[in-house]
């Protein structure tokens, strides 16, 4: 039961969060990540030849892990099959900001395929995928291990199934996302979380043209998450986990497919992350603490 509500400006909040966990806002992630991979090229999507080409959407979940350490226990992967040789079968995989690509081998029994492929690995979190796809079910089931053994997951189960991406700006955030509690934003000294409002709902900014009193008195987390919506619905891989956690555990549309997606947007998109970003930075944070 909801017993009491705080309202702490921007500024004094970012002095008293007292966790670890980053929470900065996603466009300087986004700009961040277009300097340091100005050599990416966003894979072409999979042509079906043999059958088991395309991407494979679902949940990516610790199965051996360091429990003292800081971890994801499940982030929303997309593996991609991207073409098979005689004997060689390439991808690549889109999960918490990153894509890596993987080359291994494989063997077909009936309509079962079961391979073997291996990331680069000159990536610390790079390793080793093992799965097999029935070419019916278009199911991808298997397990990840990591090569650095030190890492705080090293082992990861998936199941996985065919998803054709497409871009679809008139799709809404789902009334789930109402009153979320952010990922790490919960204070200890006074036991407040900062939440999501209906307020998040209220515009859809791939399709309206915002005005800045539709959201000047909108709360900060609110006006995260109607701007991350954008970059979700481009199927932009969050590394923040502040709003990975939310578009992957809530948003079941989501689908991680890209790093790069400053090309993508509209210039409608553009104008409301622009707005969407001035108002942010001086927002107050809804804060709600419950009863014991």
Same mark, same amino acid.
């Given at each position: 039961?909801?017993?009491?509500?705080f309202?702490? +400006?921007?500024?004094?909040?970012?002095?008293?969060?007292?966790?670890?966990?980053?929470?900065? =806002?996603?466009p300087?992630?986004? %700009?961040? %990540?277009?300097?340091?991979?100005?050599?990416?090229?966003?894979?072409?999507?999979?042509?079906?030849? $043999?059958?088991i080409? &395309?991407?494979?959407?679902?949940?990516?979940?610790?199965?051996e892990?360091?429990?003292?350490?800081?971890?994801?226990?499940?982030?929303?992967?997309?593996?991609?099959? @991207? =073409?098979l040789?005689?004997?060689?079968?390439y991808?690549?995989?889109?999960v918490?900001?990153?894509?890596?690509?993987? %080359?291994?081998? $494989?063997?077909?029994?009936?309509?079962?395929?079961?391979?073997? !492929?291996?990331? +680069?690995?000159?990536d610390?979190y790079?390793?080793?995928f093992?799965?097999? !796809?029935?070419? *019916? =079910?278009?199911?991808?089931?298997?397990?990840?291990?990591?090569?650095?053994?030190?890492l705080?997951?090293?082992?990861?189960k998936?199941?996985?199934?065919?998803?054709?991406? &497409?871009?679809?700006?008139n799709? *809404?955030? +789902?009334?789930?996302?109402?009153?979320?509690?952010?990922y790490?934003?919960?204070?200890?000294?006074?036991?407040?979380?900062?939440?999501?409002?209906? *307020?998040?709902?209220?515009?859809? +900014?791939?399709?309206?043209?915002?005005?800045?009193?539709?959201?000047?008195?909108?709360?900060q987390? @609110?006006?995260?998450?109607m701007?991350n =919506?954008?970059?979700?619905?481009?199927?932009? %891989?969050?590394?923040?986990?502040?709003m990975?956690f939310?578009? @992957?555990?809530?948003v079941?549309?989501?689908m991680?497919?890209?790093?790069?997606?400053?090309?993508?947007?509209?210039?409608?998109?553009?104008?409301?992350?622009?707005?969407l970003?001035?108002?942010?930075?001086?927002?107050?944070?809804y804060?709600?603490?419950?009863?014991?």
């Open positions: 039961m909801r017993t009491c509500l309202l702490f +400006p921007a500024i004094l909040l970012a002095s008293c969060a007292g966790n670890n966990e980053r929470t900065g =806002s996603e300087d992630e986004l %700009s961040a %990540s277009l300097m340091l991979e100005t050599n990416y090229i966003k894979p072409a999507a999979p042509v079906m030849v $043999y059958g080409e &395309g991407y494979y959407t679902g949940f990516f979940e610790a199965e892990f360091d429990a003292n350490k800081n971890y994801m226990w499940s982030n929303k992967i997309t593996v991609s099959i @991207d =073409s040789s005689e004997t060689t079968l991808g690549h995989s889109v918490a900001g990153n894509v890596r690509p993987f %080359s291994g081998t $494989y063997n077909r029994a009936d309509k079962t395929w079961q391979a073997t !492929v291996s990331e +680069p690995g000159d610390r790079d390793g080793v093992t799965f097999s !796809v029935h070419s *019916d =079910s278009l199911v991808l089931r298997g397990t990840w291990t990591a090569n650095d053994k030190k705080a997951v090293t082992k990861r998936y199941q996985l199934e065919h998803r054709v991406f &497409g871009y679809d700006p799709i *809404d955030l +789902p009334e789930d996302v109402t009153y979320t509690k952010l790490g934003s919960y204070n200890e000294e006074d036991e407040s979380v900062e939440a999501i409002t209906e *307020d998040a709902l209220r515009f859809n +900014p791939s399709v309206t043209l915002l005005k800045k009193e539709d959201i000047e008195n909108m709360y987390g @609110d006006l995260e998450v701007r =919506s954008i970059y979700a619905r481009h199927g932009y %891989s969050f590394r923040n986990r502040r990975r939310l578009f @992957d555990q809530l079941d549309w989501y991680p497919v890209s790093v790069n997606i400053t090309g993508e947007l509209t210039d409608l998109e553009k104008k409301n992350i622009d707005l970003k001035r108002y942010e930075a001086h927002a107050e944070k804060y709600d603490v419950f009863g014991r």
